[in-house]
T-cell receptor, first 112, second 113 residues
Framework: DAGVIQSPRHEVTEMGQEVTLRCKPI?????LFWYRQTMMRGLELLIY????????DSGMPEDRFSAKMPNASFSTLKIQPSEPRDSAVYFC??????????FGPGTRLTVL | GQQLNQSPQSMFIQEGEDVSMNCTSS?????WLWYKQDPGEGPVLLIA?????ELTSNGRLTAQFGITRKDSFLNISASIPSDVGIYFC?????????????FGKGMKLTVNP
């Protein structure tokens, strides 16, 4: 079975550029989560979708961040414009219920 | 807010030793989970606990849901080199009108062969 798929695995960009991270959840899962992981703050939930609808985006840092889930098999997290403080590992996770979430391998983002 | 405090933050042990790690909170959680993260990978669920006082094993791993619902511990027995990684506790919280997982900062485990 394919797990959660994320792309790209690594992204290096310059400050001010737009960054788009992609996620394909596990088939049949109806919940999708975007997390950010840093040394200082650990794992933080950014946004949570249920049945493709954003349920809670209170963790999204600011208006530069946006997330979409156009269908059950695809989601994007966009940062525009990117800043050096956005450098982190971004994880996508999916589940059939909130509790048992399955994480993707993550995208390591570096903003220079 | 609902935060989880994990201790210790790191441990260095010899292969074959047992290790115990703890997670506490000032808030009550109705579900506790333990995840492991290998370098360069996402966290993987190890054990989920759903009832206060519950003791659950998964191979060499044993976890307990504290009776006060404010803490949990994870034990690893007879450690092996592949146990190396970061272990996270997580609690299911109801916040802002929805349920979500709150994660501890993690405990980095090093196992010396």
């Amino acid at each position: 079975d394919a797990g959660v798929i994320q792309s790209p695995r690594h992204e290096v960009t310059e400050m001010g550029q737009e960054v788009t991270l992609r996620c394909k959840p596990i088939s049949g899962h109806n919940s999708l989560f975007w997390y950010r992981q840093t040394m200082m703050r650990g794992l933080e939930l950014l946004i949570y979708f249920n049945n493709n609808v954003p349920i809670d985006d209170s963790g999204m840092p600011e208006d530069r961040f946006s997330a979409k889930m156009p269908n059950a098999s695809f989601s994007t997290l966009k940062i525009q414009p990117s800043e050096p403080r956005d450098s982190a590992v971004y994880f996508c996770a999916s589940s059939s219920r909130v509790v048992e979430q399955f994480f993707g391998p993550g995208t390591r983002l570096t903003v220079l | 807010g609902q935060q989880l405090n994990q201790s210790p933050q790191s441990m260095f042990i010899q292969e074959g030793e047992d290790v115990s790690m703890n997670c506490t909170s000032s808030s009550i959680f109705n579900t506790w989970l333990w995840y492991k993260q290998d370098p360069g990978e996402g966290p993987v669920l190890l054990i989920a606990l759903y009832k206060a006082g519950e003791l659950t094993s998964n191979g060499r791993l044993t976890a307990q849901f504290g009776i006060t619902r404010k803490d949990s511990f994870l034990n690893i027995s007879a450690s092996i080199p592949s146990d190396v990684g970061i272990y996270f506790c997580a609690g299911l919280a109801y916040r802002g009108g929805s349920e979500k997982l709150v994660f501890g900062k993690g405990m980095k485990l090093t196992v010396n062969p």
